[in-house]
């Protein structure tokens, strides 16, 4: 069936640029996101692109995708200690409902 | 304002009590959907509509029912047959096939007890 995967935990420096890599395996997704979620909060849209597009810059976050090796990433610029949060992955499948990675704990030391 | 609510916030229940989450939206949205957050398990999709009086099981749908009689309202029950009840729930809605994003309520913390 239908997968997203994410590594767990990530830690950066502060002022450092984050990189968090997910894969997926329905090759026929057309809408690809990155969502945040704070501490017992719901989850909040970063951003999202669509399949046929390789790249996506908006202020500190560049989204790549790589649709041959169903691959996408996110690279958060300048790493605050606001970006201390979850960050999930997930794909818009071809049966109509949106898939979610495990999400990547993303911790950033002083 | 547009948005998603998902009421209470926090749930206690006794366990073999079935309990009946909310969730609202005033964006138009034809699609719903419930997932279920544990910890180091992301989210997983309970329950999904796309239209009114339609809904299909999701990954995990063992133990809970919804229904969906208006296009503004997607209830979850949580019933006494689901054997691990204490999560955290999250509803959302978008548009239909082709969407471009997903809206999330806050979220619904229940522990039964």
């Known amino acids: 069936g239908e997968d997203v995967e994410q590594s767990l935990f990530l830690s950066v420096r502060e002022g450092d640029s984050s990189v968090i890599n997910c894969t997926y395996t329905d090759s026929s997704s057309t809408y690809l996101y990155w969502y945040k979620q704070e501490p017992g909060a719901g989850l909040q849209l970063l951003t999202y692109?669509?399949?046929?597009?390789d790249m996506k810059q908006d202020q500190r976050l560049t989204v790549l995708l790589n649709k041959k090796d169903k691959h996408l990433s996110l690279r958060i610029a300048d790493t605050q200690t606001g970006d201390s949060a979850i960050y999930f992955c997930?794909?818009?499948?071809?049966?109509?409902?949106?898939?979610f990675g495990s999400g990547t704990r993303l911790s950033i030391r002083p | 304002d547009g948005g998603i609510t998902q009421s209470p916030k926090y749930l206690f229940r006794k366990e073999g009590q079935n309990v009946t989450l909310s969730c609202e939206q005033n964006l138009n949205h034809d699609a719903m959907y419930w997932y279920r957050q544990d910890p180091g398990q992301g989210l997983r999709l309970i329950y999904y509509?796309?239209?009114?009086?339609?809904?299909q099981k999701g990954d995990i749908a063992e133990g809970y029912s919804v229904s969906r009689e208006k296009k503004e309202s997607f209830p979850l029950t949580v019933t006494s047959a689901q054997k691990n009840p204490t999560a955290f729930y999250l509803c959302a809605s978008s548009w239909d096939r082709g969407n471009t994003e997903a809206f999330f309520g806050q979220g619904t913390r229940l522990t039964v007890v």
């Open positions: 692109i669509f399949s046929n597009m």
């Open positions: 509509s796309q239209i009114v009086n339609d809904f």
């Open positions: 997930a794909v818009y499948s071809s049966a109509s409902k949106i898939i």
